[in-house]
């Protein structure tokens, strides 16, 4: 997210207002500002790439939005971990995801107790594997179309 930010920022001309922590070791890579618009004045191939990951963020956002407003608490982190494998956004991840279930409830909205139940179901219904230190996605496609319905008695209460 902060690539993305960072250039909305500097297309607006406004100074950076977000304190970002990384949780693991990161590597980030600054572009002076000069050298960013003037890259946006004469590179239709950069253009394209900032507008399309302005694109891309656009979409998980308006998907975050929509993921918030869902009751059930199983299709909020199917969603949300769903989100967490865009190609474009985040193109390292790769099938395992390293992340604690304390950082996955700051971003679904739930306790880390209910994100584990959630886990327990999407595993349960073949979606993920919880391994130490984070979780490999098994069926991306189900994990984005998760619901209670379909894997009805699976989902915990």
């Given amino acids: 997210m902060p690539l993305i930010e960072r250039?909305?920022?500097?297309?607006?001309?406004?100074a950076y207002r977000y304190n970002i922590e990384a949780l693991r070791r990161t590597v980030v890579a600054g572009l002076p500002a000069a050298t960013f618009h003037g890259l946006l004045e004469t590179s239709i191939p950069f253009n394209a790439y900032v507008m399309n990951l302005l694109n891309e963020?656009?979409?998980?956002?308006?998907a975050?939005?929509?993921?918030?407003?869902?009751?059930?608490?199983?299709?909020?982190?199917?969603?949300s971990l769903a989100a967490l494998f865009n190609p474009v956004l985040y193109p390292l991840v790769g099938e395992l995801l390293r992340i604690t279930q304390q950082e996955l409830g700051y971003?679904?909205?739930?306790?880390?107790?209910r994100v584990n139940e959630s886990l327990?179901?999407?595993a349960?219904?073949?979606?993920?594997?919880?391994?130490y230190g984070g979780l490999?996605?098994?069926?991306?496609?189900?994990?984005?179309?998760?619901?209670?319905e379909r894997h009805a008695g699976l989902s915990t209460p």
């Fill in 7 to 14: 250039a909305r920022s500097l297309l607006k001309r406004e």
């Fill in 57 to 62: 963020r656009l979409g998980q956002f308006i």
């Fill in 64 to 79: 975050a939005r929509e993921v918030d407003r869902m009751s059930d608490p199983d299709v909020r982190v199917a969603r």
């Fill in 107 to 113: 971003l679904v909205g739930l306790s880390r107790q």
């Fill in 120 to 122: 327990r179901a999407l």
């Fill in 124 to 131: 349960q219904a073949g979606l993920i594997r919880v391994v």
């Fill in 136 to 148: 490999q996605v098994l069926d991306l496609n189900g994990l984005r179309s998760f619901s209670p």
